[in-house]
């Protein structure tokens, strides 16, 4: 027979390809890889050769289903060979496409095709089987394990969760239910993994890592068939105990244990994990040892390769701590930056290895004295911190890995500090904060971004699928990263200058960011001047331990609410005070003695500080801090908050708004039983309302509990203000009502509770909400929001994703923000609250300065109340002196 070559083919090679085609057509099995071993021996070109392999892979898929999981890699090399099908095989197109949307999803897993031209590739063959039920459920499925691979290699947890969960409908399909219940125990133990990943339960991860192996051996799948996302210290962890046991045991003993006498990469680096004994060896020969092994796995292409060269530089760094030398710290950074090399042109900072390789990249340079490019490169491994937190559409998920963002930067900074990088450290700083408000105001355009970049499908994907689709939001996010030039980009981190301009904009002294201690390094104050060069300020005793006076005071305050009896308030109040002196001994004082009063002769006011407070230094009333002579820090200096330098420099950038008489006034809503009644808020609103917002829709209910003839205060009454188009619904908000607040890892929510719209429902408007009602109306310009609500200064994500209702408002474009960090006395919250009004309208003092003089004026009982205080409220001044600390000092001042 003629084969274009005039080679002969071998005949009994033949023979035993045309006996495995009759076997498996005759419902047998067949040995496939010396199937493929017979076909290749066939000269190429040989008719036969492509007849046998389009025949088998027509077989294998049952006419165009999906091929059995244990032969999709064999399935995929049939495919490479049949280049031409018999007429006699009417299945063929169906069987191809089946064959070559699992080939693929292995290709996207292995990572040698990119997922967007396979899913282009996979839209084409679904729109040609489009009248083949049975192939376009295998094409589903197909493309089901490309995102589920995806989702894996940007670690996008919820994604991959939610993706797992969804693959019930096409496991029922299978008809060997047998088959069906392996693949479902696959698929359950699969989401236990990334459950107990998420929570970092290493000896369960362990346990479900061992099952899957049993799945796969049962599915007669190879174990390390599976993908794993985690990064290298806990695969390592997983691979074999927490802790090796490895005592008495030579080096060639352990890593006999270790790989069972199998040579495959992965059993390599277990076998080093466990000769590091978790990174803690001493011993010089095994630590080579296991070098070696890492050096040997990461030659082996695979999954396991670009975590072997991690390892490779792992490995040698804990050798030259152990010679106390940089020896061999040459070779581990050059590994590194080989392997981050390779990371950017694939997946860059989506890739979970990212913030390993680059932060060990940091330490190694640091440790060679080369402390620029030390500072690039943990600069760059928090970068994959911030794709995660606009990659997550599920905030509990995001939140651990925030946690450890800004802890990252925490610990970054210190050491640019140390190094005389302040601009460093202040972008080290920033990138770990508020990420998570960041991303929900990122995702509100997208789809006119999205368009704008030529993605007009996945656009109209995200109209009609929604956020929270499987994949769907990190496929956005890529496109925003790639049209920015990259995620440090997109973050839009500002420069030392930018915040300067900001500082003059709003006419601040200063913004300073409040570290605290860690075990290694003092805590600090970063100071950012309006002019002049930035400082460091060391602060050795700024630390949060269970043992000094913030533990108590942070246990207290989530404990506090109005609905205490005042004896239950005790505890409460006796923390704060021992806090104040706390606060003064610890930061404000060094900050004021040691830096501000360098140029308190040139500077005709006190300094105004905004102040970016750390981890829970966040929950700190700082202008409370009282020194020896029993004065407070409010009576010193001037003090607002900010998210970020970021947010603080956007909300600098806004033009001034107007205000006038005219806004929203709500006032104590009827909650249906949800909170208790606020008659002092009723008296403190009607009184604003006549003073200095006489024009201002008024809702809610009046001081004898009556409603408001302009309506009860409802949450929609609050979203068509928000909302308004034109200037004559005002540009002032005063909020005399309800917060509630809640920080749990899967209900957090901080919301404003009003009014219900209709019987049986809430009437709750939340963070999230407000941050999209006000993005949808870009024209509407809002110049002060006054929350006399409880809690709304406190976020619900985390410390330093300082996400509350009061940054909701911020980065919404409201241009000033006060809002409270406890439940302040009612009757306090209404003398203060009058006085605010009084001083910003009355006396035009900026916002900052008439909370500030407000404030002044509760915590010195002796000070002048101005005449125009109305009767009413006369005689709750006229004992203010019991007000205390816990009623002036829980108000912020944010924005402008």
Request: with cysteine.
């Amino acid at each position: 027979m003629g084969n274009g070559t005039d080679v002969p083919a071998d005949p009994a090679a033949v023979a035993r390809c045309r006996a495995a085609v009759d076997a498996v057509a005759a419902g047998g099995r067949h040995d496939l890889p010396s199937f493929l071993a017979d076909l290749r021996a066939l000269p190429a070109g040989h008719p036969l050769r492509s007849e046998f392999a389009a025949t088998m892979v027509t077989l294998l898929t049952d006419g165009g289903s999906g091929p059995p999981v244990q032969l999709i890699a064999e399935t995929g090399a049939l495919l490479d060979l049949a280049d031409a099908a018999p007429p006699h095989l009417l299945a063929w197109p169906q069987a191809r496409a089946s064959a070559r949307a699992f080939q693929l999803a292995c290709q996207v897993q292995d990572r040698e095709a990119a997922a967007a031209e396979v899913v282009a590739e996979l839209d084409e063959l679904t729109t040609e089987q489009a009248g083949f039920p049975h192939t376009l459920a295998a094409l589903a499925a197909a493309r089901h394990g490309v995102g589920l691979s995806v989702s894996f290699q940007r670690g996008d947890e919820s994604s991959a969760m939610g993706m797992i969960e969804q693959m019930g409908p096409l496991i029922d399909r299978i008809g060997d239910e047998q088959r069906a219940a392996q693949l479902r125990d696959v698929r359950d133990t699969m989401a236990e993994f990334l459950r107990a990943q998420h929570t970092g339960d290493w000896s369960a991860t362990q346990d479900q890592l061992e099952r899957l192996r049993h799945s796969a051996l049962a599915l007669g799948l190879d174990p390390s068939a599976f993908e794993l996302p985690p990064s290298s210290n806990a695969i390592f962890g997983l691979l074999t105990d927490p802790m090796p046991d490895v005592d008495g045991l030579t080096a060639e003993e352990t890593v006999r244990r270790y790989t069972g006498g199998e040579t495959g990469a992965m059993n390599k680096l277990a076998a080093s994990y466990a000769l590091m004994r978790g990174g803690t060896e001493t011993d010089l020969a095994r630590i080579d040892r296991a070098v070696e092994l890492t050096k040997e796995a990461a030659a082996e292409p695979g999954p396991a390769q670009d975590l072997a060269r991690n390892g490779v530089a792992i490995n040698l760094w804990r050798r030259a701590e152990v010679l106390g030398s940089t020896e061999g710290l040459d070779e581990a950074r050059q590994v590194l930056e080989d392997l981050i090399r390779d990371l950017r042109g694939r997946d860059g900072s989506a890739n979970p290895l990212w913030t390993d390789a680059n932060n060990l990249l940091s330490q190694i340079s640091r440790r060679l004295g080369d402390h620029a490019a030390s500072g690039e490169a943990g600069l760059t491994a928090l970068y994959r911190f911030a794709r995660r937190a606009l990659v997550e559409s599920d905030p509990a998920v995001a939140r651990t890995g925030l946690r450890e963002a800004a802890a990252m930067g925490m610990d970054l900074a210190r050491q640019r500090v140390l190094a005389g990088d302040y601009a460093g450290a202040m972008e080290a700083l920033d990138t770990g904060r508020g990420l998570m408000l960041f991303a929900e105001v990122e995702m509100l355009d997208l789809v006119p971004r999205l368009r704008a970049a030529g993605q007009d499908a996945l656009a109209q994907r995200w109209e009609t699928e929604g956020p929270t689709a499987p994949g769907l939001r990190a496929e956005a996010i890529e496109v925003l990263v790639d049209a920015a030039g990259g995620i440090e980009h997109l973050l839009r981190l500002p420069s030392p200058a930018d915040v300067r301009a900001a500082l003059r904009t709003v006419e601040a002294d200063a913004l300073v960011y409040l570290v605290p201690a860690d075990e290694q390094q003092p805590g600090m104050a970063l100071v950012i001047p309006r002019e002049g060069r930035m400082a460091y300020l060391p602060l050795s005793y700024l630390r949060v331990r269970h043992d000094n006076e913030i533990e108590g005071y942070l246990t207290a305050l989530s404990r506090f609410s109005r609905e205490l009896a005042p004896v239950a308030q005790t505890s409460f109040t006796d923390c704060l005070d021992d806090l104040c002196e706390w606060a003064w001994r610890v930061a404000i004082g060094p900050l004021l003695e040691r830096y501000f009063a360098r140029d308190a002769e040139t500077r005709d006011r006190v300094p105004r500080i905004v102040l970016i407070p750390m981890a829970e230094l966040a929950a700190i009333p700082w202008q409370a801090a009282r020194n020896r002579e029993g004065a407070y820090a409010l009576e010193l200096a001037a003090f607002s908050q900010a998210v970020s330098a970021r947010e603080f420099c956007a909300n600098a950038a806004r033009p001034p708004v107007r205000l006038t008489s005219t806004g929203l006034v709500v006032s104590d809503p009827r909650t249906e039983g949800t909170a208790r009644d606020l008659p002092a808020a009723r008296l403190e609103a009607l009184e604003v309302h006549k003073a200095f917002l006489h024009a201002a829709k008024y809702v809610g209910r009046r001081p004898n509990g009556s409603p408001s003839p302009s309506g009860p205060g409802t949450a929609e009454q609050v979203r068509a203000w928000l909302t308004a188009d034109g200037p004559q619904a005002g540009a002032v908000l005063h909020l005399a009502c309800h917060g509630q607040f809640t920080s749990d890892e899967r209900a957090a929510k901080a919301v404003l509770v009003l009014a219900p719209d209709s019987p049986g429902t809430p009437g709750e408007l939340g963070a999230d909400e407000i941050v999209r009602l006000l993005h949808r109306t870009p024209g509407r310009r809002i110049g002060l929001v006054v929350m006399a609500a409880c809690h709304t200064g406190r976020s619900i994500h985390g410390y330093d994703e300082a996400y509350s209702l009061g940054t909701a408002f911020l980065a919404g474009g409201v241009r000033t923000v006060l809002f409270t960090q406890w439940a302040i006395p009612d009757e306090a919250t209404s003398m203060l609250m009058y006085l605010f009004h009084h001083y910003l309208r009355a006396e035009k003092l900026p916002p900052w300065q008439a909370l500030r003089t407000a404030q002044l004026c509760l915590l010195r009982p002796d000070a002048p109340i101005p005449d125009s205080v109305p009767a009413p409220l006369r005689e709750s001044f006229a004992h203010r002196e019991h007000v205390g600390v816990a009623g002036w000092a829980g108000f912020v001042h944010g924005g402008h």
